[in-house]
C-alpha cells in the first residue's frame, strides 16, 4: 500500500510531499525542509538525518531537497524535514484532518 503524504509548518518554515509505504517513507525531491534549526539534538536516526541534510547534492542551501531521500521511518523522515525530534506518525498528514496513525489505524 502506497500514500501519499505531507507535512507542513504553519510558519512556512517547511513543506514536504512524501510517499509512505510499510517499511519506508521518501521524501520528495522538490520539497523544503526547515533550515532554521540547525539539528544538534540527539535522536534517533539523527547522525543519518545531519549527513543529509549537510549533503548539497541532496539539499540546496535554501532547503530545496534536490533527490528523494527515502527513510526507514516516518519519524526519521519528518525529523529530515523539521530539524528535530519528531514523531512521524502525527507529524505527517494525509489530509487536512487525518495524520498518519489515524490513517493506518494505529
Known amino acids: 500500500m502506497q500514500t501519499d503524504i505531507y507535512l507542513n509548518s504553519r510558519e512556512g518554515l517547511f513543506h514536504a510531499k512524501g510517499i ?7 521524501v520528495l525531491k522538490g520539497s523544503v525542509i526547515n533550515t ?3 539539528t544538534s539534538e540527539k535522536f534517533k536516526g539523527s547522525d543519518l538525518v545531519l549527513s543529509i541534510r549537510k549533503n548539497h547534492a541532496i539539499v540546496d542551501e535554501k532547503g530545496v531537497v534536490l533527490k528523494d531521500c527515502t527513510f526507514s521511518s516516518p519519524s526519521t523522515a519528518a525529523q529530515f524535514v523539521t530539524g ?10 494525509v489530509d487536512e484532518s487525518t495524520n ?7
Open 20 to 26: 509512505y509505504t510499510p517499511g519506508q517513507t521518501t
Open 36 to 38: 532554521a534549526f540547525s
Open 84 to 93: 528535530r525530534s519528531s514523531n512521524g506518525y502525527i507529524a505527517w498528514r
Open 100 to 106: 498518519l496513525k489515524r490513517f493506518l489505524g494505529k
